[in-house]
């Protein structure tokens, strides 16, 4: 009898000590990020020997963003992957990688984040987050209806900004722009109706939510550059041993860079398909384009002074871009 008791608890002791981690998303089936994401699920359970599993929710079905933040607090899920401004909430300095007219180019993107990103997983799991991941989606861009070549032409437009976005409606609202707050899931119609004629999105983004059949012209210098992070609650996190936490931050952290990668080269592709699907595409001049710098200089002095962002984590981020610059 002795025996089987041994027997059935090291059957058992297995079972027990497993950890299964539920992860929302917005991002749909197919997606190349949810592809990465569970190819790291399934990386982390084979090393992990079946001791740490990851179940994901995709497509929204758990909703929103500010949903899922509210389920992870319930524990109704551990994780979520999640922008960063739902994430400023918790953490204001989560945006700051979306500053507007801060980024030239994946070069400096590159030498930012090298030494950024720790910094941004450090404050966020100070506030009781472990970050899996920072996975750049891309650069966003603005696109209208209408001409738009200027700051008089964006003031003349009707601009769109996502729900609940502080840069997003500091930037426009610097330039002079009443902006048009609504959720990602009521653009495309709005755009059919004229209620908004100027978007922001990546150039992968605006193909995939059809964007792009009610567009015609793109100013050809980046808005903003756009992440998302996965999130896990720290409590959560820390009934793990030390080592199964290194393999799930190693693994989910190698499936971001492969998302980085893929991301740039979809945007790129993108890019090359808006201009074969006849949008114009404006460059504007260097005297054009210091304007609108001036309005995201305008941007980062006022969040820093009214403590939206801290002085620390911009100057991070822009002494790091002006290293890079050539």
Not at 1 to 20: D, K
Not at 193 to 199: E, K, N, Q, R, S
Not at 286 to 291: D, K
């Amino acid at each position: 009898m002795r025996l089987l008791w041994i027997v059935l608890f090291a059957l058992c002791a297995p079972l027990a000590e497993a950890q299964s981690f539920k992860i929302a998303t917005l991002a749909p089936e197919g997606s190349t990020w949810l592809r990465e994401m569970r190819a790291a699920a399934d990386e982390v359970k084979q090393r992990t020997e079946g001791r740490v599993e990851f179940r994901y929710y995709p497509g929204g079905v758990m909703g929103d963003d500010a949903t899922v933040m509210r389920k992870i607090r319930l524990g109704q899920l551990q994780g979520g992957a999640l922008t960063g401004s739902e994430l400023s909430l918790v953490y204001p300095d989560a945006v700051v990688y979306g500053l507007p007219f801060l980024f030239e180019n994946h070069t400096q993107v590159s030498a930012v984040r090298r030494e950024v990103d720790p910094l941004l997983k450090a404050g966020i799991r100070d506030k009781g987050f472990e970050v899996l991941s920072i996975s750049g989606v891309g650069f966003a861009y603005m696109m209208s209806s209408k001409p738009l070549q200027s700051i008089e032409h964006l003031r003349a437009g009707k601009v769109w900004i996502p729900s609940n976005d502080r840069i997003s409606e500091r930037t426009f609202s610097s330039g002079g722009v009443s902006p048009i707050p609504l959720p990602l899931s009521d653009v495309f119609t709005s755009l059919q109706t004229g209620m908004i004629d100027i978007v922001g999105n990546t150039p992968a983004g605006a193909i995939a939510l059809q964007w792009h059949t009610r567009i015609k012209h793109l100013f050809d210098a980046p808005l903003a550059y756009v992440v998302g992070f996965v999130v896990l609650d720290k409590r959560a996190f820390g009934r793990l041993s030390t080592a199964d936490q290194a393999i799930v931050l190693e693994a989910f952290g190698t499936a971001s860079d492969r998302i980085d990668a893929e991301n740039q080269r979809a945007d790129e592709s993108a890019m090359a398909a808006l201009r074969g699907e006849g949008i114009e595409f404006f460059t504007p001049d260097s005297t054009e384009l210091a304007r609108w710098r001036e309005v995201g200089l305008s941007v980062r002095t006022g969040m820093v002074e009214r403590g939206e962002l801290s002085a620390s984590m911009v100057d991070a981020v822009v002494s790091r871009v002006g290293a890079a610059t050539p």
